[in-house]
């Protein structure tokens, strides 16, 4: 997995490129997905995104994916899951402090953000993940948010969170989502 996770972040520009065509794809076909309902696609589109995204990014399916943002390199696969670049620890090589045989995911962030088309976006300063979303598809939550960008939660902190992080939020509408979530989507990692 780890040759793989490499291999994606030197080669993140086409990376980039295919998941805008898959976002596009995603949002036109929003309104077949509101038909059938999203709890209904939830299940059939979060399987295969876990296995392209597992093997391809060793992605932890954290349902608020970033990869976009940062160089094609998942940072929950930071030890300390840090999300806005990396601790102070970093050793000398770009190595891990904690496991020093890892290249720090965030050296690997910002060299694949530098191949990137946007990878300025890596500058952002992304919100903490919502664990409520872990094991949803974050391919759908982006679809959703980008489709009906109107739609609005009743839920007070993802409102408070997507006016504390707007930039974020139209750069990475799955950081900070503000579409109500379908039952499916939320609490899956509560053994639902």
């Not at 997995?1 to 490129?17: C, D, G, I, N, P």
């Not at 190595?95 to 290249?103: G, H, I």
Request: charged share 30%; net charge positive.
């Amino acid at each position: 997995m780890y040759r793989v996770r490499l291999f994606a972040t030197r080669h993140s520009r086409a990376f980039e490129w295919i998941y805008q065509r898959l976002e596009t794809l995603f949002v036109a076909l929003d309104p077949v997905f509101r038909r059938l309902g999203y709890n209904r696609v939830e299940r059939v589109v979060a399987v295969p995104e876990r296995w392209v995204k597992s093997f391809l990014f060793d992605c932890r399916m954290c349902g608020q994916c970033v990869l976009s943002s940062t160089g094609m390199a998942c940072p929950m696969n930071c030890p300390k899951q840090l999300r806005n670049g990396p601790c102070g620890g970093v050793r000398p090589g770009g190595y891990c402090e904690v496991k020093p045989q890892m290249r720090c995911v965030w050296t690997e962030a910002w060299e694949g953000a530098s191949r990137m088309k946007h990878g300025d976006r890596i500058a952002e300063v992304l919100p903490p993940v919502d664990r409520r979303l872990e094991g949803s598809s974050a391919w759908l939550r982006a679809s959703r948010e980008k489709a009906r960008p109107e739609d609005a939660t009743t839920d007070k902190a993802r409102a408070a969170l997507a006016r504390a992080f707007p930039r974020a939020r139209a750069l990475e509408p799955s950081a900070v989502p503000l579409a109500e979530e379908p039952a499916r989507a939320v609490n899956r990692g509560e053994g639902s």
